[in-house]
C-alpha cells in the first residue's frame, strides 16, 4: 500500500512541476504623475476600453499596453476623435515593446527596463573653524 501511495504522490508531483509555465512579462509601474492616466481614463469614458479595474493605481505599462489594443480593436468599429486618437497615438509609440510583447511578435525582453529618472543631491558643510565659537577648535574625527 505504501509502494503505492508513494507512486502517486512522485506522479503528481511530475504532472505538476511539467505544468509549470514560464511568467509573464513583468514591467515597471507608470508613475502616478503620468499624463498617460487621464489619456487612459478619457479612452474608457468615451467607450474605447471596457475592462478597467476601479480604484488600483498604479498600473503596470503592460496593463497600459493591453487597453491600448483593445482601444484599437475598438476604433475599427468606432472612429476616434481627433484629440484621442492623439493621446492614443502617442501611448502606442511609447508603449511599441509592450504591445509587441502581447502580439508575441518581440521575444527580446531585455531592453524592457529604462531610465525614467535621474536626481543628485548635494551637501556642504563649512568647516572653517572661525565660523564656529568652540573655544578650544573644532575636535572632531
Given at each position: 500500500m505504501n509502494k503505492f501511495l508513494?507512486?502517486?504522490?512522485?506522479?503528481?508531483?511530475?504532472?505538476?512541476?511539467?505544468?509549470?509555465t514560464a511568467s509573464p512579462l513583468v514591467t515597471a509601474n507608470v508613475p502616478l504623475d503620468s499624463r498617460y492616466y487621464s489619456?487612459?481614463?478619457?479612452?474608457?469614458?468615451?467607450?474605447?476600453?471596457?475592462?478597467?479595474?476601479?480604484g488600483t493605481r498604479p498600473?503596470?505599462?503592460?496593463?497600459?499596453?493591453?487597453?491600448?489594443?483593445?482601444?484599437?480593436?475598438?476604433a475599427q468599429t468606432k472612429p476616434m476623435p481627433g484629440y484621442l486618437k492623439t493621446?492614443?497615438?502617442?501611448?502606442?509609440?511609447?508603449?511599441?515593446?509592450?504591445?509587441a510583447y502581447l502580439q508575441g511578435t518581440n521575444t527580446d525582453y531585455g531592453s524592457n527596463i529604462k531610465l525614467r529618472a535621474v536626481?543628485?543631491?548635494l551637501a556642504?558643510?563649512?568647516m572653517r573653524q572661525n565660523s564656529y565659537r568652540?573655544?578650544?577648535?573644532i575636535n572632531a574625527s
Open positions: 508513494m507512486a502517486g504522490i512522485v506522479a503528481t508531483m511530475a504532472a505538476a512541476t511539467s505544468m509549470a489619456y487612459i481614463d478619457k479612452l474608457e469614458g468615451m467607450g474605447y476600453i471596457k475592462d478597467m479595474p476601479t498600473y503596470s505599462r503592460l496593463d497600459m499596453a493591453k487597453w491600448i489594443m483593445e482601444a484599437q480593436q475598438k493621446y492614443y497615438e502617442e501611448m502606442r509609440a511609447d508603449l511599441a515593446e509592450e504591445i536626481e543628485a543631491r556642504y558643510g563649512d568652540y573655544r578650544k577648535g
